[in-house]
């Protein structure tokens, strides 16, 4: 299920999907302490919100850099640095998108679903509205959860027309927003 914040912190909401509209998707990565990654409490040493260059300790390019190669975490298998996709989500009857911050373990189901539905087609990702959900995958080790994605309807003509110029909109002020957290 997805947790999603409401009126009251204390008392966030439960949702199975989430549906709606990626106005705007981009790379993004962070580098926290060894088991530190899903505490809230702690923030990454190196972060980058585009993916290509991270801000803290190592910092630098991210194509480069020795945490983000496979084998650089603890246990010799993945990466240290968490590779992510950021996802900005308009859903309906809201004037704010959210924000869902894709793990390393849904990019692939991601990309799958982004060419299929949108690359293939010659269709922006704004064109449709899609549904997201979570599939639960159990290694033999961990259990965790995977996103899954469909699309549930296509914009067209007018409909089309101002989606478009609302999510190049967004677009940019995330660009700019995203420019100015790497300069802080």
Known sequence: MFELPGDDPENPSYVRTIEGVILY???????????SEYDENVSPLCSSVD???GFGAPGGACAVCALNKFGSDEKGKGKA????RHLYILRSGEYMPLLLALPPTSLRP???????AFVSRH???FAS??????????NGSNTYSVATFRKLRDFTGEELQQMKE????????IKSMNQQRAMD
Request: proline share 4%; net charge positive; with cysteine.
């Open 25 to 35: 998707n981009h790379a993004a990565c962070a580098y926290w302490p060894e088991g």
């Open 51 to 53: 993916g290509k260059t």
């Open 81 to 84: 640095c968490k590779n992510m």
């Open 110 to 116: 991601y990309t799958d679903f982004m060419t299929a």
């Open 123 to 125: 269709r922006p990702v």
């Open 129 to 138: 509205v899609v549904q997201i959900g979570l599939k639960r995958v159990d």
């Open 166 to 173: 609302f999510a190049v909109s967004f677009r940019e002020q």
